[in-house]
């Protein structure tokens, strides 16, 4: 009994030791699961819970003019950013009370209220708590100097350079260059990131334009968090890079004195080369200083400027009845049927027709006329009476054959189509049939007529080359031009007209002590009825005459008339183009 | 016996693995520690090592005088203080985590374990003693004495540290021959129970059981909710790895994503990085800390430490030819192995997640000195309990 007692309990002891050995083997066997053969899904589970991918901003290539004059430019400015680590508390809400205190302590040494409310200081915490809170943005020197007087005081704030856009030249093509607001980094599809950084967006003109040109190449930051999410480290994974300079058509010194014949207007020019459609001004008046818009848009400036219709841009996007300048197109589309130029009407100072009256210019008439001298001299009657010949479509083809009716195709977000009205158009607009008169009013560039200065200026520089080009704003934009459907005899014969105009014509004011011979065209386009009454006074032009490199157009709202108002205003931007006799 | 007698029969194996074992704990230690914020963790590896000095203190007196001696004289007086303390801790305890665990620095329940271990090993020991010990009222007397003091635990409530007290005591009994069939129907019935209990969890709680059902089966499942959470945890470890499953998943990222060599002393990204909770890291959870930082190869050290801590015990209860000595051992290095199994099978995911310290690895000063002194027992054992045979 007692040795069956012993030999029981010594194997038992025995086997005890053996259970510790296997016990241990079988945790052994499973670590090597784990920590061998599965080692790397958990690294990569461990590494991916532990990593946020950030994107930076790289900083906006610059906007150039054509003699490299810089238009749009970033200058380096300090903001103020508190980093949310420092700040980690119990629970959240304490964390965001933290920040807060901070942030107003701060604000009391650097004597500057905190823009940022408790809700976003809270949404920063909940949403982009991995990254530097910006507190202030663009900051003085005085600022900087009182913050890193007492840097010490306050533990978690740091200046850090940044760029703020810049436009040195003020108001100088406004409504080309448009202005940027801030938002987050965009990528490719499929790309994801935890955290996007602010960077400047382009909200109009050519920043919106070409704002996925101008960005700078985005960069890419991994960012080590703490299971709160904490930024514990960072790295650089690709650097960011600076996007590229828009190198524009502009040319700063014709845009200037543009701007100053403009100037205290309510008006708008479009300049360019009629060859290849470089524009090399495109204004509108009234503008604006773009630096108001930096470093943000504040509501007051939108109301005032950004958002005032007042200040819309005329030059391409509000449309006008072209007046007078439209009749080279009758004239062309008269030609185009098959009447000759040498007809004549009689002008007896009145186009009657249906009970309608179209006054000319000229009250006791111009006797009869034919076409040349009936553009030198702009006679409503006569191209009412070759409108209402030739009939709606063949005036609208040939309108339409200058591109009107029709986006240009410019390189900007605004590009109005304008209005090439026609039965249907009147039906659906106006709910009224298509009246003989609506011709008539049609042929000399009233009625439903609507167009911009750019397409105008479009216009002109067509029937100077006899080729429509496509205007373009950035520097190297491919040519585009078609020819228009007009015979060199035919152009010639409009051509003649409009060089009659400059020489001695209604807008021989645009021609005076210019360099070179001057083509153009007058126009007052009456809008409004009874007291809202009102003229807008059109000039276009191309010059030189032969071989034109300069097409222009531009209209002044509540002018005296074409020849009167705006053609020594062309006559102006002329002489600083080519030169002054 | 001669000093030189001391030396031979001193089992330096398991003192040298139980030197290195509190050397790597300390490292794991200050390790876990310094990922925390606060001076009390930073700190922590210190107050734990100074800790087991005094619990090295402790070892080598026991070791030193015969077991036989403090045993006979101490073993009713440290048992009824035991329950005493256990009745106390439960009225004016300090709660942490959930359970009333605390008096002052000290836990009651892991010194019980030791109380019941020597008690059982002094009453069931002597081979000499009454046959009635051997029989069905010697069984109901054992377990009574188990009973009482697990149910004060159960009452903490500390399961786990309960469960361990389990299978020492079980297998004490099976070595002194205390009624065995009654065991082994204990032990099936057990096996049996368990097995019942996880079927009944998997069963309710398996994808697409009605509300109704599920309720129905539950009510039969005497487990508290945070304890149907684990156990559903490890049976679905994939069903809500944000919440739920939190613990066990950043448990095995922080092992797995050490690999072969480990990341390094301190800087293990799971537990530096807060995804390991920092409230158990030191504890329960520190051999996630240790295997992300010293990798398979430290683990397996680790295993073989304890391997070299604890043979040897069994050994010392095979060789020794006094039976209060052979129960000694043998409860006492079972206690520790259910420590180190129960915690690391927990940390990779083979058990359900339970609060269990790692022994010598984890901060825990009671249970440090608690197994600590245990073992110097079992060193008394391997130097005294041979003196009869030669």
Request: some cysteine; overall charge positive; glycine content about 10%.
């Amino acid at each position: 009994m007692r040795d069956d007692v012993r030999l029981v309990s010594d194997l038992s002891a025995l086997a005890t030791g053996v259970v510790f050995i296997v016990g241990l083997v079988v945790l052994g066997f499973r670590l090597a699961q784990i920590q061998l053969v599965d080692a790397a899904k958990y690294l990569e589970d461990g590494s991916r819970q532990a990593a946020r991918r950030v994107q930076t901003a790289g900083p906006r290539g610059r906007i150039i003019a054509r003699d490299g004059t810089v238009l749009a430019d970033n200058r380096a400015s300090v903001s103020i950013v508190v980093s949310p680590e420092g700040f980690q508390r119990r629970n959240w809400t304490e964390t965001v009370s933290a920040i807060s205190n901070a942030i107003e302590s701060v604000a009391s040494a650097i004597e500057t209220p905190s823009p940022l409310s408790a809700n976003a200081i809270a949404r920063h915490v909940r949403q982009q708590l991995a990254r530097p809170l910006v507190v202030w943005r663009d900051v003085g020197d005085e600022q900087i100097a009182r913050l890193v007087e007492r840097e010490s005081e306050f533990p978690g704030f740091e200046c850090v350079e940044t760029e703020e856009r810049t436009y040195p030249e003020g108001r100088l093509a406004a409504h080309v260059i448009g202005y940027v607001g801030r938002g987050e980094t965009t990528s490719a599809a499929g790309e994801k990131f935890n955290f996007r950084d602010k960077e400047m967006k382009g909200r109009a003109g050519l920043e919106a334009f070409y704002d996925g040109y101008l960005r700078g190449s985005p960069g890419e930051l991994s960012v080590t968090v703490d299971a709160r999410g904490f930024a514990v480290a960072e790295e650089t994974v690709v650097e960011a890079r600076r996007g590229p300079d828009l190198k524009l058509t502009i040319d700063p010194k014709i845009q200037r004195s543009v701007e100053r014949q403009l100037r205290g207007e309510y008006a708008a020019c479009a300049v360019m080369d009629p060859r290849d459609g470089a524009v090399l001004a495109l204004a509108s008046a009234p503008a604006y200083d773009l630096n108001l818009l930096v470093p943000r848009l504040t509501p007051e400036m939108q109301e005032r400027y950004v958002g005032n219709h007042a200040c819309r841009n005329r030059a391409c996007f509000e449309t006008y009845a072209p007046g007078s300048t439209f009749k080279p197109i009758t004239a062309l589309a008269g030609l185009a049927a098959g009447r000759s130029a040498f007809a004549e009407y009689e002008c007896t100072g009145v186009f009657s027709l249906a009970g309608m009256r179209l006054h000319c210019a000229r009250r006791w008439g111009h006797g009869p006329i034919d076409m040349r001298h009936a553009l030198k001299e702009s006679c409503n009657t006569y191209f009412c009476n070759l409108g209402s010949e030739i009939g709606t479509n063949a005036l609208f083809a040939a309108a339409r054959a200058f591109g009107l009716g029709e986006k240009t195709g410019l390189d900007f977000p605004q590009d109005s189509a304008g209005v090439v009205p026609s039965a249907e158009f009147k039906r659906r607009n106006y709910n009224l049939p298509w009246y003989a008169g609506d011709l008539a009013q049609a042929s000399i560039g009233q009625g439903q007529l609507l167009v911009t200065p750019l397409q105008m200026a479009r216009v002109a520089g067509a029937i100077g080359t006899g080729r429509l080009v496509r205007p373009h704003l950035r520097a190297d934009a491919p040519v585009e031009s078609s020819p228009v459907p007009f015979s060199q005899r035919q152009l010639a014969v409009v051509r003649e007209g409009m060089r009659m105009v400059v020489d001695g014509g209604t807008g021989k004011l645009a021609g005076e002590g210019v360099a070179v011979p001057v083509a153009g065209k007058t126009g007052t386009a009456e809008v409004g009825r009874g007291a809202t009454r009102r003229k807008n006074t059109w000039f276009i032009a191309y010059a030189p005459a032969e071989n034109p490199t300069v097409a222009v157009a531009m209209v002044v709202e509540n002018g005296m008339s074409g020849g009167g108002t705006t053609a020594p205003k062309v006559g102006e931007v002329l002489k600083t183009i080519f030169g002054e006799l | 016996m001669k000093f030189l007698e001391y030396i031979k029969r001193f089992n330096w194996i398991t003192f040298a693995a139980m030197l290195a074992l509190i050397a790597l704990g300390t490292a794991a230690i200050y390790s876990a520690g310094n990922a925390r914020s606060g001076e009390l963790f930073h700190s922590m590896w210190k107050s734990n090592l100074g800790t087991a000095v005094f619990g090295l203190a402790v070892y080598l007196a026991l070791a030193f005088f015969d077991y036989r001696k403090y045993i006979t004289l101490s073993a009713i007086p440290a048992y009824a203080l035991a329950v005493v303390l256990l009745v106390v801790v439960l009225s004016i305890g300090t709660s942490t985590y959930g359970g009333k665990r605390w008096l002052w620095f000290f836990q009651p329940s892991e010194v019980s374990k030791l109380c019941v271990i020597s008690m059982l090993a002094w009453l069931f020991g002597p081979t000499d003693s009454p046959p009635w010990m051997r029989g069905f009222r010697g069984f109901l007397l054992a377990a009574a004495l188990v009973g009482v003091p697990a149910v004060l635990i159960l009452k903490e409530p500390d399961l786990g540290t309960m469960l361990t007290l389990m299978p020492a005591t079980a297998l004490m009994l099976f070595v002194a021959r205390v009624w065995r069939r009654a065991l082994i129907v204990a032990l099936c019935a057990a096996v049996v129970g368990g097995t019942a209990l996880l079927g009944a969890v998997y069963e309710a709680e398996k994808p697409g059981v009605p509300e109704a059902r599920r309720e129905a089966i539950m009510k039969y499942v005497p487990l508290k909710p945070h304890q149907v959470k684990r156990v559903r945890v490890f049976l679905f470890p994939d069903e809500d790895p944000n919440a739920a499953g939190y613990n066990r998943r950043q448990a095995l990222i922080s092992i797995g994503s050490g690999g072969f060599s480990g990341k390094g002393f301190r800087r293990g990204e799971t537990n530096h990085l807060k995804y390991l909770p920092q409230s158990i890291s030191m504890n329960d959870f520190i051999f996630c800390v240790y295997a992300e930082e010293a990798g398979f190869v430290g683990s397996v050290l680790l295993l073989a430490l304890f391997g070299a801590l604890l043979v040897p015990c069994a050994w010392t209860a095979y060789v020794v030819t006094d039976g209060t000595g052979r129960l000694l051992a043998l409860g006492v290095s079972t206690l520790v192995f259910a420590h180190v199994f129960i915690n690391i099978a927990m940390s990779v995911g083979l058990v359900p997640i339970t609060g269990l310290p790692l022994p010598f690895i984890s901060a825990g000063r009671t249970f440090l000195v608690t197994v600590m002194a245990g073992l110097g027992i079992v060193q008394s054992v391997s130097i005294h309990g041979r003196e009869t045979r030669t």
